[in-house]
């Protein structure tokens, strides 16, 4: 059974700290992953992608890679309460599997 | 920017009634996706569609489902007698040929 699980919150982050979202998943084989942001009501968007081991970042999220542990991360930093939705975590196995979802609460 | 279109944005239908909902991929897509959200719950992989045949379905995607690219633009989901469990959101997502998928806003299916 392929799985990805993530803690399903939520996480409460004052405005303007770090906000840190994990991620593990099953199945050694998957290559690509992915984070997506969903507000409610709303269809999932693409946050990041990441590929290699290691971190990649833009603007002020850093996603972190780690093959050999199976383990996904998202780091939002100098966080808004409009970065407040679901955070998903998608892992490509010829198709996405999907985590269930941190729901993410930045406080003023 | 290009996006997915999804028709239509609510959909109510009575149980045991077809019903198809409606994606306009991104024009230049190859591959084109649907999953679908029950309330509350995580999102899942329905089927996957390449070079007009499905490439992958998931167990969900049984014989009351199927797809359909009848023109250049439009792929089509039709549900053929709907059950109260098939309440959910549907997304169409479509990619190039990398692997980074573009989500439609979703079609909310409610039967009665």
């Known amino acids: 059974q392929k799985e990805v699980e993530q803690n399903s919150g939520p996480l409460s982050v004052p405005e303007g700290a770090i906000a840190s979202l994990n991620c593990t998943y099953s199945d050694r084989v998957s290559q690509s992953f992915f984070w997506y942001r969903q507000y409610s009501g709303k269809s999932p968007e693409l946050i990041m992608s990441i590929y290699s081991n290691g971190d990649k970042e833009d603007g002020r999220f850093t996603a972190q890679l780690n093959k050999a542990s199976q383990y996904v991360s998202l780091l939002i930093r100098d966080s808004q309460p409009s970065d407040s939705a679901t955070y998903l975590c998608?892992?490509?196995?010829?198709?996405?599997?999907w985590g269930a979802g941190t729901k993410l609460i930045i406080k003023p | 920017e290009p996006e997915v279109t999804q028709t239509p944005s609510h959909q109510v239908t009575q149980m045991g009634q077809e019903v198809i909902l409606r994606c306009v991929p991104i024009?230049?897509?190859?591959?084109f996706y649907w999953y679908r959200q029950i309330l509350g719950q995580k999102v899942e992989f329905l089927v996957s569609?390449?070079?007009?045949?499905?490439?992958?379905k998931s167990e969900i995607f049984d014989d009351q489902f199927s797809v359909e690219r009848p023109d250049g633009s439009n792929f089509t989901l039709k549900i053929r007698s709907t059950k109260l469990e098939d309440s959910a959101m549907y997304f169409c997502?479509?990619?190039?040929?990398?692997?980074?998928?573009?989500f439609g806003a979703g079609t909310r299916l409610s039967v009665l």
């Open positions: 024009s230049n897509h190859l591959y």
């Open positions: 569609f390449y070079n007009n045949e499905i490439s992958e």
């Open positions: 997502a479509s990619r190039a040929l990398l692997d980074i998928q573009y």
């Open positions: 998608a892992v490509n196995l010829r198709q996405l599997i």
